[in-house]
């Protein structure tokens, strides 16, 4: 059933996120036609144009990965909580494959953000010359890299970008997760629903903030300061290591957030569902 | 065929004496096979169960017959249909003369009423469609 | 066993008690009509009984087991108001309704729709209001469910559609299966229903026949309904 409604999550976000990836890449075309010549036209309406095709790319740039997120909370809403609810809810599924397949169809959505703005950028910039250098840049990285494929540098810069990777893609999860357990508990009063919630996100976020802080002043000087103290004396701990540990306490982090606002999704959802 | 219901009586009954009239007019025609329950409860605008119940009570009255896998017949037995033709001829005579004693008529001047009425119209009312 | 049962069911919003101590079955091959004024609790026991609300108090079963994944899937919903996707096609509904029931006679959908003059390609945000209703009335008639349960299924449409709706649902009657409407246009259902319940402010006050209401009491439901609710 999860695949079945990914299936027809995919199809209603695609209609969305689709078109706009097509003005996105159309923009980046038109900057890049901007820059190429028109902005060093002696035309001033030419000049002029330039301008307006490099502003809406920049715009495009903002919008796309604005709306990403603005559709898959939208969605959310408009679909479980508003009169869709009524056909969603009623669907012989749980509640915790509705969560999960607005949840797996939003990551792809964002990283497929992350991998169309890379490619509007590479469109934009688009030059053969730059191409030419920039393939010859790689070819030397790679030679580099396959050189001192042992190098700390290279292994640990490596990771550092991968763990950085997953940290802004779970941050986008989790903030999702976070939106959709304040829709979800705001949609559980009797009145008011959209107030409940948006003061809902506010708490979750001040909370989320003011435990994040807490923690850390907790933690300074405290049994677990020590036994880390301990640890990275007895085995050498290196700047690299330190870097490590903190990105992957920041992982850890958001997973127990995500963990606290999927709980709360979906008990609000299961208990406090109260559609109008 | 028009299906009319009235408020104070059953459902049921009145669909009896519907679907006999039909019978009796040739609507539904002697040894004809009958729609089904659903068809005619669609058409009819009603609950298949109340259909299912004026057929068994039509059946009881032997005007109309099922075979197991065929469906249901109308009789063959036309005396029996002559008959119920009578009974409602009847049925509407007697409304119609209890009408005509709430207005005040005596028996001699509803005759005379009807025969002059009747010489006025060059109908003849078969009574169908009632 | 019962299609739909309610064993001492309370709903309470809050400190407002929207359903009191509600005791009834229904049995399967019945066609119900759930009747009473506006707000006397019907919409909260449709949706109770959907799992959409959880009981304060009581028991509420469909085919012996409380709201759930599994009574879903035996229950077909027609809520009050149109709550199919907008942005589909008639096609891209039939592909949603028969991905999660097993049930959806795609076939019989399908042959209705083109009875109405609708095409597979068109969205249902360029219907008008009343062949949204008649699309979602489809949907929800094209499986053989084991409960329907029909939430104003009349209210607010034309009289021509309110007779198409009515037939439509003979048309699908099916005597394994029981269907709940829940409506305050007595007149336009009567002859459609078999049994009567007659809720008010949350309390159960009648559960009877047709007919025998009519026998009985020599009137009609409409005329009993507004002689029991009279203000």
């Given at each position: 059933m ?20 097509l ?19 002696d ?36 679909n479980?909580?508003q ?8 669907l ?7 969560i ?41 990285l ?11 540098y ?34 559980g ?36 300061h ?18 490590h ?8 982090g958001e997973l127990?957030?995500?963990?606290v ?5 979906t ?10 | ?27 539904f ?28 009570e ?19 037995d ?53 | ?17 929207a ?31 959907n799992?959409?609300l959880t009981?304060?108090?009581g ?31 008639t ?8 991905d999660?029931?097993?049930?959806f ?13 609708i ?9 008008s ?33 309110r007779?198409y ?55 009609s ?8 609710f009279?203000?």
């Amino acid at each position: 059933m999860l695949r079945k409604l990914m299936k027809h999550e995919f199809r209603a976000t695609g209609r969305v996120m689709l078109p706009l990836y097509l003005v996105l890449l159309v923009t980046a075309l038109g900057a890049n036609v901007s820059t190429r010549g028109l902005l060093e036209s002696d035309n001033r309406m030419l000049d002029l144009l330039g301008m307006l095709l490099v502003m809406a790319f920049s715009f495009a740039l903002m919008g796309v990965c604005l709306m990403s997120m603005v559709v898959m909370v939208q969605r959310f809403y408009k679909n479980l909580l508003q009169d869709e609810g009524y056909v969603m809810m009623t669907l012989p599924v749980s509640v915790h494959q509705h969560i999960w397949s607005k949840l797996i169809v939003s990551a792809v959505w964002f990283a497929a953000t992350v991998v169309m703005v890379l490619l509007a950028c590479m469109v934009m910039a688009f030059d053969a010359y730059a191409i030419q250098d920039l393939f010859r840049g790689f070819g030397q990285l790679f030679r580099d890299i396959s050189q001192h494929l042992t190098a700390y540098y290279t292994i640990n810069g490596t990771a550092f970008f991968a763990e950085l990777l997953a940290v802004c893609f779970l941050g986008c999860c989790v903030v999702c997760l976070e939106f959709y357990a304040a829709l979800a508990i705001g949609h559980g009063f009797p009145n008011h629903k959209m107030a409940w919630s948006v003061l809902w996100f506010f708490l979750l976020q001040f909370a989320t903030q003011f435990l994040g802080g807490a923690l850390i002043v907790l933690l300074d000087e405290s049994w677990l300061h020590h036994l880390l103290m301990g640890w990275t004396d007895r085995i050498q701990f290196s700047g690299m290591g330190a870097v490590h540990l903190m990105m992957g306490m920041l992982i850890a982090g958001e997973l127990v957030y995500g963990a606290v606002f999927y709980f709360l999704t979906t008990w609000s959802l299961k208990k406090r569902l109260n559609l109008e | 065929m028009k299906w009319y219901f009235s408020d104070n009586a059953p459902i049921y009954a009145q669909l009896v004496q519907q679907i006999k009239v039909g019978i009796v007019t040739g609507g539904f025609p002697p040894g004809e096979r009958l729609p089904s329950v659903r068809d005619l409860a669609t058409e009819a605008g009603v609950n298949p169960n109340t259909m299912q119940r004026a057929f068994a009570e039509l059946e009881r009255d032997g005007l109309v017959y099922s075979q197991r896998t065929a469906g249901r017949f109308v009789t063959e037995d036309r005396a029996m249909i002559e008959q119920t033709k009578k009974g409602l001829a009847e049925c509407h005579i007697r409304q119609f003369l209890e009408s005509m004693d709430q207005l005040g008529f005596r028996r001699e001047e509803v005759i005379a009423l009807l025969r002059q009425e009747s010489g006025k119209e060059e109908l003849g009312n078969g009574g169908s469609g009632m | 066993m019962a299609v739909l049962e309610c064993k001492h069911l309370t709903k309470q919003y809050g400190h407002v008690t929207a359903l009191e101590n509600l005791n009834f079955s229904i049995e399967p091959g019945h066609i119900v009509g759930l009747l009473g004024p506006n707000g006397s609790g019907k919409t909260t026991l449709i949706k109770l009984a959907n799992g959409l609300l959880t009981p304060t108090s009581g028991e509420l079963l469909v085919c012996g087991a409380a709201p759930g994944r599994e009574t879903r899937a035996a229950v077909s919903y027609l809520p009050e108001r149109t709550s199919i996707p907008l942005w589909m096609t008639t096609t891209q509904l039939l592909d949603f309704y028969q991905d999660f029931y097993a049930d959806f006679r795609r076939d019989a959908a399908e042959e209705m729709l083109q009875h109405l003059n609708i095409r597979p390609k068109q969205r249902v945000k360029q219907m008008s209001k009343g062949t949204r209703e008649k699309v979602q009335l489809i949907m929800v008639m094209s499986r053989a469910a084991k409960l329907y349960l029909l939430d104003e299924p009349i209210g607010g449409v034309d009289p021509a559609t309110r007779d198409y709706i009515l037939s439509t649902i003979i048309g699908n009657y099916d005597p394994e299966a029981a269907v709940v409407i829940s409506t305050h246009l007595i007149s336009d259902v009567e002859k459609v229903l078999d049994e009567v319940l007659f809720i008010n402010q949350g309390r159960l006050v009648l559960q009877s026949s047709v007919d025998q209401i009519r026998e009985e009491q020599g009137v009609s439901v409409d005329e009993l309904f507004r002689e029991v609710f009279k203000c």
